[in-house]
């Protein structure tokens, strides 16, 4: 993933990133919190997919790339301070 600014990402960095930021929602301690993370990304990647423009596209990769940073932050706040009592969504039958 050696893409700079300017370069338009490939197609496997961009499934990459998903895959990452999937990945880094995983990693959220809360349930809502957890699923939020993963129901937006996939969202945003839906909402992008026809997009075309090499310099939007490269706009979209860094904001994803700066995103999956601030995931990973986050997850590590969250868990720092995660509650004591599971959501009823995790609790198994």
């Known amino acids: ?11 496997s960095s961009v499934f990459s990133l998903l895959r990452s930021l999937l990945r880094a929602a995983r ?5 809502n919190i957890r699923e939020y993370a993963k129901r937006r990304t996939l969202d945003g990647f839906r909402h992008n997919r026809a997009v075309s423009d090499p310099a939007t596209l490269s706009k979209l990769f ?4 700066f995103q999956l940073e601030v995931a990973k932050r986050q ?9 004591k009592v599971k959501s009823i969504m995790e609790v198994k039958q």
Not at 62 to 65: A, H, M
């Open 1 to 11: 993933m050696a893409t700079t600014g300017s370069a338009v990402p490939s197609r």
């Open 75 to 83: 997850a590590t706040v969250y868990s720092l301070f995660q509650p």
């Open 27 to 31: 990693t959220f301690s809360d349930y």
């Open 62 to 65: 860094s904001d994803g790339k």
